[in-house]
């Protein structure tokens, strides 16, 4: 089977989040770069900031291009190309993968505001109390909000469409079957 390049963004872009998210959570990149290089690496600034964080926005950094190259461009670039009027609609009715995909868009922009806003802009957004209510609820938002619309627009969507079409298509044939009887 070959990939399409949406396959390839696709698993790219959950390749390059779950090395964030095993950093954001357990510090497992971290952790191998201090076994295989030493502490002595690790205790190195990187582009003025401690290596930590400059792994973190390092880490980062691609999950924000994958994301952001792929989502919002593509249905509108497959428009345009195929000059079809029910590729993707931004105004009227909207189908699920394209309310899962705005909420994954919606909070992993979050994520980046967030992460902005502490590690270059000192709290100038959310202030600089981690404990406050602002900052806990967003990145509650944006950490299971991310997660769960990832999640539940990626891997079930595609399968669900593909039943779906395999199942039109037999009742196309069914119908071209019974026509010429």
């Keep these: 089977m070959t990939w399409t390049p949406n396959q390839i963004w696709r698993w790219t872009h959950i390749t390059f989040a779950t090395l964030w998210l095993a950093e954001l959570l357990f510090g497992v ?51 345009r190309k195929s000059k079809s009027e029910g590729r993707f609609k931004f ?10 995909r705005w909420i994954h868009i919606t909070t992993g922009s979050l994520w980046v505001v967030l992460l902005a806003d502490g590690l270059f802009l000192e709290g100038l957004i959310f202030g600089e109390d981690e404990e406050a209510l602002l900052p806990m609820v967003a990145f509650l938002i944006a950490f299971f909000g991310t997660i769960i619309s990832g999640w539940a627009k ?13 199942k039109m298509r037999a009742k196309k044939e069914m119908a071209a079957a019974i026509e010429e009887e």
């Excluded at 930590?52 to 994958?66: E, Y």
């Excluded at 105004?91 to 699920?96: A, K, L, T, V």
């Excluded at 990626?154 to 395999?166: S, T, V």
């Design 29 to 79: 990149p971290l952790m191998l770069i201090e076994i295989v290089f030493g502490e002595a690496l690790t205790e190195r600034e990187v582009m003025g900031l401690p290596f930590q964080d400059a792994l973190f926005v390092l880490l980062l950094v691609p999950v924000v291009i994958t994301g952001f190259s792929k989502w919002p461009l593509y249905p509108w670039y497959k428009k």
């Design 91 to 100: 105004i009227g009715p909207w189908n699920g993968n394209q309310i899962w």
């Design 154 to 166: 990626w891997p079930i969507y595609p399968w669900y469409k593909k039943r779906k079409n395999r």
